[in-house]
């Protein structure tokens, strides 16, 4: 069927909005992007003249399209190799949606993305629903085909999970360079004790490289086992160079609303390196390099004015 033009105008007023939900449910804006394509192709099928209310209905489509794709996904993730991360957006992307509160900035940080892989299908698709988008109960049990009582009662129940991890801090684009500033510094300075004085006690380092480069498998956990880390990601080799096809240019920048490290190579990202901040330190370096994962990172990069690298690695 045929979209009459008011139609089309509606999906792609609409789009923005789909993206930034179905990448905070999936944490991949890939996936993202084909869950908003499949819900166009069913608009795009659809009696429009009896929709009465076309961004509920698109919202309703899309949601199930992305639970959907969540209960595939968590068997997929069974067989991943390696630890799983979301796909990283660098600032300025308009996938990362609505960041007018806190709560609309804290759920699409890394930090949140990753703690949501904790919830059941249902209880991520109430929590981005209500805490990014600020839907009303009554309009998410009209979606997921619930009563408002269970509604409320799947948004506490992952409130309280989300909630469990470390209280964030909020940082500006300002913050977040000297952050990254600091750390490279000390990650650069060939001694470990600069690098153990940024990070907590119990800060955990992971990597995603998907199988396609090489990432420990398992978290480094704790200070002087991430320093150690980080200061031999740092440290010049031959080796590196010859397995990466250079030496990348380091950038401090942020994604997903924390600061981050930018490995770039020839224009493109090979890695997005997320640093979440507490008040006591840095607790968590989650590294990105599955290249899979960066290849919009590196699509937005290539329009953005970045000026020049902080350092070239190795």
Not at 18 to 42: K, N, W
Not at 68 to 84: D, F, I, K
Not at 180 to 202: K, M, N, P
């Amino acid at each position: 069927m045929a979209l009459r033009m008011e139609d089309v105008d509606r999906f792609v007023a609409a789009r923005p909005r789909l993206e930034a939900i179905a990448y905070r449910m999936l944490g991949s804006a890939g996936e993202a992007e084909d869950a908003v394509q499949e819900t166009f192709l069913r608009w795009q099928a659809a009696d429009t003249d009896h929709v009465e209310v076309p961004e509920a209905w698109l919202t309703k489509v899309l949601t199930n399209l992305c639970l959907n794709q969540l209960t595939s996904a968590r068997a997929r993730r069974e067989t991943y190799v390696g630890e799983w991360l979301p796909e990283p957006l660098l600032s300025g992307d308009p996938m990362l949606g609505p960041a007018d509160s806190a709560e609309q900035r804290e759920s699409v940080s890394y930090a949140v993305l990753t703690l949501m892989e904790r919830l059941s299908p249902n209880e991520r698709a109430v929590y981005v629903l209500r805490e990014a988008f600020d839907y009303p109960h009554r309009d998410i049990a009209g979606i997921l085909d619930l009563t408002e009582a269970s509604s409320q009662q799947l948004y506490h129940r992952a409130k309280k999970h989300v909630a469990a991890g470390p209280a964030r801090t909020e940082i500006d684009a300002a913050a977040a360079r000297r952050i990254v500033e600091e750390f490279l510094a000390a990650a650069t300075s060939g001694r470990t004790d600069s690098l153990v004085r940024l990070l907590t006690a119990d800060v955990v380092s992971v990597g995603d490289g998907g199988g396609k480069i090489p990432a420990r498998t398992k978290p480094f956990v704790g200070a002087l086992a991430v320093a150690k880390f980080v200061w031999g990601l740092f440290r010049p080799g031959e080796a590196k160079r010859t397995l990466v096809g250079g030496s990348p240019e380091v950038y401090a920048w942020s994604a997903n609303g924390e600061p981050a490290v930018i490995a770039v190579l020839d224009g493109r990202v090979i890695g997005v390196m997320c640093l979440e901040v507490t008040a006591e330190g840095i607790i968590a370096v989650r590294n990105q390099v599955n290249p899979d994962k960066l290849a919009r990172a590196t699509a937005l990069w290539a329009t953005v004015e970045h000026g020049e690298p902080l350092l070239h690695a190795f």
